[in-house]
T-cell receptor, first 112, second 118 residues
């Protein structure tokens, strides 16, 4: 069964600190992996997308990594800001005409 | 270029009533997807439509739920005879190329409709 598991479930960090969120997946055959940011009461917004051949992708202070062999990905946030407080969702796509598989997300709270 | 629009943002219905959720995709996008998000759960795929066609409805309950994306106008997700378990956030996404286009297609999400069934 195609699944995406994320950890931790929630995280609280001080403003300015770094953090890393984890994603494990069993989706097969793998096509691509995306990280989305979802603010409270809003729809998800795409941060990064990585295919099988890519092992790192950056978008400003966000850096995603992918290990297709171990089926793991991480999202690293550098110098966190209060506006980073949101849920971060790992989404995996299988090859072909199949639905996206969403993780439950990690709820990040950045406090002053 | 306006993003994906959904309305209403909040909808309250009593058990047994009908709920109609609307989604206007981004300009130039002909592929629409509906997802449901329960509290503390990830988004779950419901249905994928292209103009006037349902491509994949494998995630949509067989009874009481229906979806359409007419040639003109928004996509509609319709829930008949709502029950308390239907209370959730319903998100619509649109994309320009569709699922079979592979890595280059990105889904853009609307703000969601929060349905509460009393």
């Amino acid at each position: 069964k195609n699944q995406v598991e994320q950890s931790p479930q929630s995280l609280i960090i001080l403003e300015g600190k770094n953090c890393t969120l984890q994603c494990n997946y069993t989706v097969s055959p793998f096509s691509n992996l995306r990280w989305y940011k979802q603010d409270t009461g809003r729809g998800p917004v795409s941060l990064t997308i990585m295919t099988f051949s890519e092992n790192t992708k950056s978008n400003g202070r966000y850096t995603a990594t992918l290990d297709a062999d171990t089926k793991q990905s991480s999202l690293h946030i550098t110098a966190s800001q209060l506006s980073d407080s949101a849920s971060y969702i790992c989404v995996v796509s299988a090859e072909g005409n199949t639905p996206l598989v969403f993780g439950k997300g990690t709820r990040l709270s950045v406090i002053a | 270029n306006a993003g994906v629009m959904q309305n209403p943002r909040h909808l309250v219905r009593r058990r047994g009533q009908e709920a109609r959720l609307r989604c206007s995709p981004m300009k130039g996008h002909s592929h629409v997807y509906w997802y449901r998000q329960l509290p503390e759960e990830g988004l779950k795929f419901m249905v994928y439509l292209q103009k006037e066609n349902i491509i994949d409805e494998s995630g949509m309950p067989k009874e009481r739920f229906s979806a359409e994306f007419p040639k003109e106008g928004p996509s509609i997700l319709r829930i008949q005879q709502v029950v308390r378990g239907d209370s959730a956030a319903y998100f619509c996404a649109s994309s320009p190329l569709g699922r079979t286009s592979g890595d280059t297609d990105t889904q853009y999400f609307g703000p969601g409709t929060r349905l509460t069934v009393l």
